[in-house]
């Protein structure tokens, strides 16, 4: 059968079926959406909260450790994921790495010492690795091809909420009740989708899919403590431009990069046509726009006199238009052209980028960051759903772990090199100096140092316009 005929014989049984939220998948995708809902007001809320935390606690020195500790611990969860859901099933690493979220909450709430907070965001990091590449290999078993664009518009969409309301809900909690029931509220939460979303996990995607376990791969494990260590050094050597930060930046390149290369599929950073290129694309996308997206309150502030407010409402917008984009691709109708759609989300995404430092020009107004960003916004929902997507469509059932795995620790390993690498280009500069995710820099930076961070970014966006091209594998042969 060719692509031509399997996408027309896809979209005629999407119009015949139901959708997701029939029977039987109502009570699982309630269930998973509603885990991803929780998770998304966590990681929303917990920005605002983690400055009075790091004050009382009196460890504003290990503040930016609170952030690249979860990103380190998550890197491993994801590996570590992939081989268990590949070897006994989702439902495993699934429940493990709820477990290990609620406890990393429950650590960071009760924590009387800055340390205890950053080893309870460790094991928060570990279980949402442990969580997102569950997820996909749910979607993976559970679902069928035709809807799994649906439910991966639905996991974006779950954002859009908490994108806005998550901040002004966890700055009211911190005044009112303090900073650790912001912490401490989630876990508690978590019970009711769960026991909604298990009886249907046991139930449609328990167990190896072909009902023997798959053998168990050591040197992976290995590898995924070499890319969280590699990965763990070059954050510690980002936070310290001197001279002694080449040692531990160097120790962490050679951890990092053989174990990239052994952990991600052969031919990625070549963009080798099918999977390998639907790998690269998803971090080429998710490093360039989120290491972009995180300057752009802070040039608001120092450059136009924007208040933090209004600074982060003029990113708000973006998470109902990046929803839109993700139920777009979801459209049965344009299945057949996924590949142009995501290359044209690639543009839209390196657009906005490009547009964003104008406003360092005072003739042009500030609104046009966040039209610019609401388009951009649209573009990674037509990208980033897009890939997941594809990954499913193009992995054996049995390597659907593995491979989820090999998505998302592309999606983090770029989020970490492009912010470290922005995040040194901006001080180099004259910018200040700037930790995890953007926290912290010091006011009135030199607006050149601004132009480099955006210009690095839409170079990169610029590179997933190519690769969107070389997402579908040839077909085998002409006849």
Request: hydrophobic share 55%; with cysteine; proline share 6%.
């Amino acid at each position: 059968m060719t692509t031509t005929e399997r996408d027309t014989r896809i979209l005629r049984e999407a119009k015949r079926e139901g959708g997701v939220l029939r029977r039987p998948y109502r009570a699982l995708s309630i269930g998973i959406v509603s885990v991803v809902l929780l998770i998304a007001f966590e990681a929303t809320a917990v920005g605002t909260a983690m400055p009075v935390a790091a004050r009382e606690l009196d460890g504003v020195a290990l503040y930016a450790f609170a952030f690249s500790g979860y990103f380190t611990t998550s890197l491993f969860g994801m590996v570590l994921a992939g081989q268990w859901a590949d070897r006994r099933g989702p439902l495993g690493p699934l429940t493990a790495g709820i477990g290990a979220f609620a406890a990393g909450l429950l650590l960071c709430g009760t924590a009387g010492a800055m340390w205890l907070f950053v080893l309870g965001r460790a094991v928060q990091g570990l279980g949402g690795g442990l969580v997102i590449v569950a997820l996909y290999v749910v979607v993976s078993r559970a679902y069928p091809e035709r809807l799994r664009p649906a439910i991966m518009a639905a996991f974006a969409a779950s954002w859009i909420v908490p994108s806005i309301v998550g901040p002004l809900a966890s700055g009211t909690v911190t005044e009112q009740l303090g900073w650790r029931w912001v912490f401490l509220g989630i876990p508690a939460l978590v019970v009711v989708p769960l026991a909604l979303a298990l009886p249907a996990i046991r139930r449609m995607a328990a167990g190896p899919p072909d009902g023997r376990p798959a053998a168990f791969d050591p040197r992976r494990i290995r590898l995924a403590l070499g890319i969280s260590g590699g990965a763990a050094l070059l954050q510690y050597a980002g936070q310290d431009l001197s001279a002694w930060s080449l040692l531990p930046a160097v120790a962490g390149a050679a951890l990092l990069v053989p174990s990239a290369l052994g952990l991600l599929p052969r031919g990625t950073f070549r963009a080798a046509r099918g999977l390998p290129a639907v790998v690269l694309l998803r971090g080429i996308a998710a490093g360039s726009f989120i290491a972009a997206e995180s300057f752009v309150p802070l040039m608001l502030v120092t450059q136009r006199g924007l208040s933090p407010t209004m600074a982060g409402f003029s990113l708000a917008v973006g998470g109902a238009t990046w929803a839109l984009g993700s139920w777009v691709q979801s459209r049965p109708r344009l299945e057949p052209h996924r590949e142009p759609l995501v290359r044209l989300g690639m543009l839209l995404v390196a657009l906005a980028i490009a547009a964003a430092p104008t406003v360092l020009v005072d003739s042009v107004p500030v609104w046009i960051v966040a039209v610019a960003w609401a388009w951009g916004c649209f573009g990674m929902g037509l990208t980033l759903s897009s890939t997941s997507v594809l990954l499913l469509k193009l992995s054996a059932p049995s390597e659907a772990g593995s491979n989820s795995a090999a998505l998302q620790i592309s999606d983090g390993l770029s989020n970490i090199l492009l912010l470290a690498a922005g995040g040194a280009a901006f001080a180099a500069l004259g910018g200040g100096t700037v930790g995890a995710a953007g926290h912290g820099a010091g006011a009135g930076s030199n607006p050149g140092a601004f132009v480099a961070v955006f210009a690095l970014s839409v170079v990169v966006a610029l590179a997933g316009v190519f690769v969107a091209g070389r997402l579908r594998e040839r077909p085998r042969n002409a006849a």
